[in-house]
């Protein structure tokens, strides 16, 4: 097997890790975070959610944060964008890439994105073209593949079909497409 010679981390944690602390941290808590990650030679940090700030407290702050990064060249600077409105929002701040996500689990779309899979595509479509048409990357989540904290096992088959049914409406026009197994454990 021929390893490659150069992988990328896509840093996540002042976003993903921070989404669901019951401790929120200041507005410079996280810039410094974000620093301290790119002085350790991050190049890629997902560093906020456009998600309305009333479902998601911990990341109300993501404009504010965008506005007074300290912007390092050569790095990459991208938001989770659920619709068009936080769209708007991440375009505002001037985001290097948007991340649009749906799950592979009714139960996790419903309780992340407050509707189903199907009422997601259009959105998340739209998403992608008008991010693409301002000149943004978009990379894409397909969230879990494996299990679901809500609904348990995932079979292969639906997240195939979801992929397949999907790939070519919405993913086929994200710069990386990742897919996400749950970090909860399968019972």
Avoid at 53 to 80: E, F, H, I, N, S
Avoid at 127 to 132: D, I, L, S, Y
Wanted: aromatic share 6%; glycine share 4%.
């Amino acid at each position: 097997m021929k390893l490659p010679t150069k992988i990328q981390i896509n840093e996540v944690g002042p976003r993903d890790g921070l989404q669901n602390e019951r401790v929120i941290l200041t507005t410079d808590q996280k810039l410094s975070m974000i620093q301290q990650l790119t002085d350790a030679g991050a190049t890629y940090v997902e560093v906020a959610s456009f998600v309305h700030p009333k479902w998601m407290p911990p990341l109300a702050d993501g404009m504010d944060v965008l506005k007074r990064l300290d912007r390092q060249p050569g790095v990459t600077y991208a938001a989770l964008v659920p619709n068009m409105k936080g769209l708007e929002r991440a375009m505002e701040v001037d985001v290097d890439e948007v991340s649009v996500f749906f799950s592979a689990s009714e139960a996790h779309n419903q309780a992340n994105l407050n509707r189903s899979i199907q009422e997601t595509l259009p959105i998340v479509k739209e998403v992608v073209e008008e991010a693409t048409r301002a000149g943004k990357t978009v990379r894409g989540y397909l969230s879990t593949v494996i299990s679901c904290p809500y609904a348990g096992y995932i079979e292969p088959a639906i997240t195939k079909n979801i992929r397949n049914f999907y790939w070519n409406v919405v993913f086929e026009r994200c710069h990386s497409v990742r897919r996400l197994a749950s970090q909860h454990r399968i019972k």
